[in-house]
């Protein structure tokens, strides 16, 4: 028989690693505003590897994007980065989940009690 590579448990791991991420990417956007990105919030990170190179960048405008989705404007969210909104909701719709999951999962345990 063959052993899966992947277990239930180090699926369960991934993903709960995976929302501590996304729920991270969430907390930062709604601290991130256009004004503080402009005014060098991200500075510290230094210029972008891809543009220095001249070649373009598939992340370039995403933290933007995300800050502008964070307050709900799509139109600018969409302006700054295309895939923006769409990956700000998933990440949204995955910590959701999370949550969904885990208070679930803490019902069953009340119950079994």
């Known amino acids: 028989m063959i052993r899966p590579f992947f277990t239930r448990d180090v699926l369960l791991g991934l ?7 996304c729920a991270g990417l969430l907390v930062a956007s709604a601290w991130l505003t256009s004004e503080r ?8 990170l230094g210029p972008c590897p891809a543009r220095l190179a001249g070649t373009p960048c598939a992340l ?7 800050a502008a989705m964070a ?3 799509w139109q600018a969210a969409a302006q700054f980065h295309a895939w923006g909104p769409y ?3 998933t990440v ?3 910590v959701a989940a999370g949550l969904c999951v885990a208070m679930r999962w803490q019902l069953g ?4 009690r």
């Open 60 to 66: 370039c405008g995403m933290s933007h994007s995300f």
């Open 71 to 73: 307050s709900w404007r």
């Open 92 to 94: 949204l719709l995955n």
């Open 109 to 112: 345990r009340r119950e079994a």
């Open 15 to 21: 993903w709960a690693a995976s929302l501590v991420v």
């Open 87 to 89: 990956l700000f909701l």
């Open 37 to 44: 990105l402009d005014a060098g919030a991200l500075a510290w």
